[in-house]
């Protein structure tokens, strides 16, 4: 498995999750890596981006909010959530965004981890 997301879950309106994702080395050295996004109907769309070198990105939607981060020693992505929103609900996935053409990626996708938010 390249690439593995886990730590979605139910949470109120307003709370908090991290979620995280191992990937393979082969994958997760020396590229930017990123967490998307998709709700049923939709298409998966761009959270948060992190360079390798710690350099970040956000979505308009989640700025402020979220929290991207990488930790280099253990191939990991994590995305921390704040002030979650029902909208904010949706199958989270990550991946490396392919360094030239921004609507690619460079692995194949993992089964991403849900994300509900509802009171």
């Known amino acids: 498995v390249q690439l593995q997301a886990s730590g979605g879950g139910l949470v109120q309106p307003g709370g908090s999750l991290r979620l995280s994702c191992a990937a393979s080395?082969?994958?997760?050295?020396?590229?930017?890596m990123g967490w998307y996004r998709q709700t049923p109907g939709n298409v998966r769309e761009l959270v948060a981006t992190i360079s390798s070198g710690g350099k970040t990105n956000y979505a308009d939607f989640v700025k402020g909010r979220f929290t991207i981060s990488r930790d280099n020693a253990k191939n990991t992505v994590i995305l921390q959530m704040h002030v979650l929103a029902p909208e904010d609900t949706a199958v989270y996935y990550c991946n490396a965004p392919h360094p030239i053409a921004a609507d690619y990626v460079l692995a194949p996708w993992g089964q991403g981890t849900q994300v509900t938010v509802s009171s």
């Open positions: 080395g082969r994958i997760f050295r020396g590229n930017d």
